[in-house]
C-alpha cells in the first residue's frame, strides 16, 4: 500500500500475506472471514453474514482504489493483458459483493418504515 507509505519486503510476505493482503489481493484473514460468512448464508438467511459480505466489499472496493497498481492498471497507459481484466474483475466483484451484502439492510428498513 504505497500510498499509506507502506512497502513490502520479500522476508515479510507471509506474514503481509495474512494481515495486509497484495496489491491486488485481501489479507488471507479477510478472505477467511468472507468464506465463513458466505458458507452462513448458504445456509439460510443471515443479516449478520450479509451485513458481514457487504462491509468486507465496500472495504475491498476502498482497499482497490487505494492501491497505485490498480490505479494504473486502469489507465490506458498502464493496461496489461493479465493484470488490468484480474483487476478490474476483483473490483467489479468487491463493488457487487457490497451492495448485494449491504441491500438486504436497506430492505429491512424500509420494511420497517411501512
Known amino acids: 500500500m504505497a500510498l499509506l507509505g507502506q512497502r513490502g519486503r ?4 507471509l506474514r503481509d500475506s ?7 489481493s485481501a489479507p ?3 478472505l477467511l472471514t ?4 458466505t458458507v452462513r448464508l448458504a445456509r439460510g438467511p443471515s443479516l449478520v453474514a450479509a451485513r458481514t459480505l457487504g462491509v468486507l466489499g465496500v472495504t ?3 482497499g482497490y482504489l487505494v492501491e497505485r497498481e490498480f490505479r494504473a492498471s486502469m489507465t490506458p497507459g498502464g493496461l496489461d493483458p ?6 478490474a474483475a476483483g473490483f467489479a466483484l468487491s463493488i457487487a ?11 429491512k428498513a424500509s420494511a420497517t418504515h411501512r
Open 10 to 13: 520479500p522476508e515479510d510476505v
Open 18 to 24: 495474512v494481515f495486509n493482503g497484495t496489491a491486488l
Open 28 to 30: 488471507i484473514t479477510m
Open 34 to 37: 468472507q468464506a465463513v460468512a
Open 60 to 62: 475491498m472496493t476502498c
Open 82 to 87: 493479465l493484470v488490468t481484466p484480474i483487476a
Open 97 to 107: 459483493m457490497a451492495r448485494s451484502g449491504l441491500q438486504p439492510l436497506a430492505l
